[in-house]
């Protein structure tokens, strides 16, 4: 069965800071891999996604994500932190269920933004 | 723009009594989905349709039903309310598409609380 993990459960930043949100998942064909943001009371709103091709892709707010088949990993970036990037963040893995995909989620990391 | 409407996004109700959240989408999506949302436990599926009058269950359909008598409509209820029913309940649907890979559209949560 599929399973992602989001090591770090917590991370605080300076503002202005790099960033670096880890996520590690188990599938065992080729995956569809997401990352979700939900701001305090929100629903979750996507900023990026991998499907196929080019392993480094871009998503919305300046963020980045970087698929290695050979680590299993998808990590979020961004060079800079906003004190808006304050948030929750969700790494998600597409899995063939029940005849079409469906989405597990890590359990997620709250960034805190230290102004 | 797409949108996922959940139509009340807070609600206090008293144990024993019964919940209905309600949950429209205007894309046409054949999939719906309710998760359940609680701290450090991520997000965990309840139940999903992906037909009119169909429903599965997801990983925790105890003490929750649901109907979809409309394809844009999809309704969690809570017969007998718990307290251990407290969460954030979050809609979101898809479509299985030529492109199905599993992404999720999000209504903004309905967040309940069981006195």
């Known amino acids: 069965a599929q399973s992602v993990t989001q090591p770090d459960i917590h991370i605080t930043v300076s503002e202005g800071a790099s960033l670096e949100l880890r996520c590690n998942y188990s599938?065992?064909?080729?995956?569809?891999l997401f990352w979700y943001v939900q701001s305090p009371g929100q629903g979750l709103q996507l900023l990026l996604k991998y499907f196929s091709g080019d392993t480094l892709v871009q998503g919305i707010k300046g963020f980045e994500a970087e698929f290695k088949r050979s680590q299993s990993s998808f990590n979020l970036r961004k060079p800079s932190v906003h004190w808006s990037d304050a948030a929750e963040y969700f790494c998600a893995v597409g899995a063939l269920w029940a005849g079409s995909y469906q989405l597990t989620f890590g359990k997620g990391t709250k960034l805190s933004v230290i102004p | 723009d797409v949108k996922v409407t959940q139509s009340s996004r807070y609600l206090v109700k008293r144990t024993g009594e019964k919940v209905f959240l309600e949950c429209v989408q205007d894309?046409?999506?054949?999939?719906m989905f309710w998760y359940r949302q609680d701290p450090g436990l991520g997000l965990r599926l309840i139940y999903f349709?992906?037909?009119?009058?169909?429903?599965e269950k997801g990983d925790i359909p105890e003490g929750y039903s649901v109907s979809r008598e409309k394809k844009e409509r999809f309704s969690l209820i809570l017969e007998s309310a718990s307290t251990n029913q407290t969460s954030m309940y979050l809609c979101?649907?898809?479509?299985?598409?030529?492109?199905?890979?599993?992404?999720?559209?999000f209504g903004e949560g309905s967040r309940l609380t069981v006195l």
């Open positions: 979101a649907s898809s479509s299985p598409g030529a492109t199905n890979t599993g992404e999720l559209f």
């Open positions: 349709s992906y037909d009119v009058k169909m429903k």
């Open positions: 599938y065992g064909a080729t995956p569809y």
């Open positions: 894309m046409d999506h054949e999939n």
